[in-house]
């Protein structure tokens, strides 16, 4: 058995997708993947990585380049991003690294695997057109010191805005 070993794990060869890669540079945003040359900068510079032992941008990248795409794609770290653009804004190459989380997000969407917390939040909106559930105390003490009522939004107009995306068949099919 050979194996590549990447961040002190250990991959079977056969488990290495070549194309991977190149599928990720042809959406947009994703083009400049290939030019990362694994300085660094994405994750010494991210917001996110220095409060989190395992979001690092950079090893993500490296999984992509090395091909491993199921190890990527079934990862819960690519969905820590918060497409703040630090990494991007600090790239020496102009590797657009939070594009290309987002990428491998739609990727992972694609595939049905999207985390239950998302798929909550997601349900709020079309919903309520709110992305949290908000309880009615909180209403209730909103009126009481006399601040504005929140906005409303129309559940069935947004509803219809997200039909042609498919939003609503991605939160229903059966996640991870």
């Known amino acids: 058995m050979i194996t590549v070993e990447t961040y002190q794990t250990h991959v079977e060869t056969s488990g290495i997708d070549k194309r991977f890669k190149y599928e990720i540079s042809r ?48 990862s819960e770290t690519i969905w820590l991003c918060a497409s703040c653009f630090t990494c991007s804004d600090h790239c020496p ?43 009615k105390r909180r209403i209730d003490r909103r009126e009481a010191l006399g601040l504005p009522l929140l906005p409303k939004c129309n559940p069935e107009s947004l509803a219809k805005s997200l039909r042609n995306v498919r939003f609503r068949q991605f939160l229903s099919e059966k996640g991870r």
């Open 93 to 135: 190459r102009g590797v657009e690294v939070a594009d290309v989380m987002r990428v491998l997000r739609n990727l992972t969407t694609q595939q049905g695997h999207i985390p239950r917390i998302f798929r909550e939040l997601g349900s709020s909106i079309l919903e309520s057109g709110y992305a949290y559930r908000i309880p």
């Open 27 to 74: 959406f947009p945003g994703g083009e400049k993947l290939l030019d990362c040359f694994q300085c660094g900068t994405c994750t010494s510079d991210c917001p996110i990585a220095r409060f989190s032992d395992t979001y690092r941008p950079r090893q993500i990248i490296r999984m992509a380049q090395l091909g491993l795409r199921e190890r990527v794609l079934s």
